[in-house]
């Protein structure tokens, strides 16, 4: 009963949340079920105990004193109440939208031919949206609703010649599609250059014609203009002014976008700026720096309180690489408590690590790092890399070759790479390794034999295609 979903779900309520589904529960409109209520209140008490105090046979005996233990008649009670959980989410859900519940009665009032109520607040919905700033997929997915049923409650009525409101509604409702298509084939071009995987854009092509042929139409919409502008930043990355009308909507047009769309603004911000700098662009690091200073000066960096851990991550690499100890340093203690709980230890003591490595603490270094834990591969490979390169600078040649070794075999087993992954890091392991051993060896050669050893590894790193890690091998090189 302890690890039952029911219990997992009410374990993750907060204080406040939860005393919502009590009240939910125990509403006579939503629940007369009493059994549902007395289990209720039994997980509310015993949820965060030991598992010894939560088992079924506890839960039976305290919701059937005295009957004998049926363990299908407590599945049925849990069902009940799991029941109750999926509905208090749903009303939760359209308590937090900003139009659903003014709409929902607009429609019901329809369907019911209470058309007093619907006029009322329709009139009042269409007050509420002339004044609304924001208009994303949300404000004209309630626009098309809003002239749907106004539309064809006043055709049906009285006037079947109306042409007004229909209009409006499939002027938003295209302006809806738009928004959702373009949205989304945003975060799945990106999703496709990161992840090198492929979807069928289906009439994108014809979408992106048709706004260009039709720009006056929709220049001043600034969702549609926003993710058409990062979606020819993301396919047409060389041309730049795709990417200063995205900072100019950072600086001049965030009160015209909803914090979704704010979010994804920065987000595609940074995914451009990471690929200038993949090409060999270096001028974008300071960019992107200042975009995440940005973002964290304004709250879009943070998801209901938290920030996430490869962004933490992010903006603290760029900060040691571009040698602003100090900043980064207030900003991995200012942050580390907005983490997520789970991830919070290992990704400060990851980016610690990071940092002390980037101001020559070698051994500091190597001391945040090996207690990191291994909780996905992102973490075992990316912390295996630092360890190897703080080895490295370490001159620690027998270590390093250990680590090389047990890092090659974790590569070549780990089932969640793919084999293009694997390839690449097998061939940073293979020239990593040459690399230590001809740095060992050194005193045995003259200099011009160790030049030539050197420009030998270059260049095979250079002609080889897939190689993670290339530039660190090449700048090792280069100082040998």
């Known amino acids: 009963m302890y690890q039952s979903k029911l219990a997992e779900h009410i374990r993750d309520l907060s204080a406040k949340d939860r005393e919502q589904f009590r009240q939910f529960v125990c509403s006579p409109y939503f629940n007369q079920h009493q059994k549902t209520k007395e289990l209720l209140e039994f997980l509310l008490k015993k949820v965060d105990g030991r598992p010894s105090g939560l088992t079924k046979e506890k839960v039976y005996k305290k919701l059937f004193p005295g009957k004998a233990f049926e363990e299908q008649q ?58 609304d700033p924001v208009h994303n997929s949300e404000y004209y997915y309630t626009n098309y609703r809003l002239n749907h049923a106004l539309g064809y409650y006043s055709g049906h009525y009285f006037n079947r010649a109306e042409t007004d409101t229909f209009q409006h509604m499939l002027d938003e409702l295209d302006n809806f599609y738009i928004v959702e298509k373009l949205r989304n084939c945003c975060h799945l071009t990106a999703n ?60 001049d047009e965030m009160d015209q976008l909803s914090k979704q769309e704010g979010r994804d603004l920065y987000g595609f911000s940074y995914n451009y700026c990471i690929m200038m700098i993949n090409a060999g662009h270096s001028d974008f690091q300071m960019e992107l720096f200042q975009l995440y200073k940005q973002g964290l000066r304004q709250g879009l960096l943070l998801d209901k309180g938290l920030l996430s851990e490869w962004d933490y991550k992010n903006i603290a690499t760029l900060g040691a690489r571009l040698k602003a100890f100090e900043w980064t340093e207030a900003f991995l203690q200012k942050y580390k408590d907005k983490l997520p709980p789970h991830r919070r230890e290992n990704a400060y003591n990851y980016n610690l690590g990071n940092l002390y490595y980037n101001k020559g603490m070698y051994n500091e270094a190597l001391s945040a790092l090996l207690v990191v834990q291994f909780t996905d591969v992102k973490y075992h490979l990316s912390t295996n890399f630092l360890i190897l ?61 160790l030049e030539k050893e050197v420009d030998s590894l270059s260049a095979k790193i250079n002609e080889t295609e897939n190689v993670i890690n290339r530039y660190w091998l090449l700048e090792e090189c280069q100082q040998e």
Do not use: C
């Open 389 to 449: 390169r703080t080895y490295y600078a370490l001159k620690d040649t027998e270590a390093l070759l250990s680590l090389i070794e047990t890092f090659r075999i974790y590569v070549i087993r780990n089932r969640k790479m793919t084999v293009e992954q694997k390839r690449g890091y097998t061939n940073f392991l293979r020239f990593a390794k040459k690399l230590v051993l001809i740095k060992h060896h050194a005193s045995t050669y003259s200099n011009k034999e």
């Open 192 to 251: 496709s250059i990161m992840m090198n995987t492929t979807y069928e854009f289906r009439m994108l092509d014809e979408l992106m014609g048709y706004l260009e042929a039709n720009w006056e139409i929709y220049r001043e919409e600034t969702s549609i203009v926003l993710y058409y502008t990062v979606l020819k930043s993301l396919t047409t990355p060389n041309e730049r002014h795709y990417y200063q009308r995205m900072k100019k909507m950072l600086a």
């Open 74 to 131: 407590l599945y049925n009670v849990m069902s009940y109440l799991k029941k109750l959980y999926y509905q208090f989410m749903a009303m939760e859900y359209i308590r937090k939208q900003r139009y659903l519940e003014v709409l929902y009665t607009i429609e019901e009032a329809f369907d019911t031919h209470q058309f007093d109520i619907m006029t009322n607040r329709g009139k009042h919905l269409q007050k509420k949206l002339k004044k």
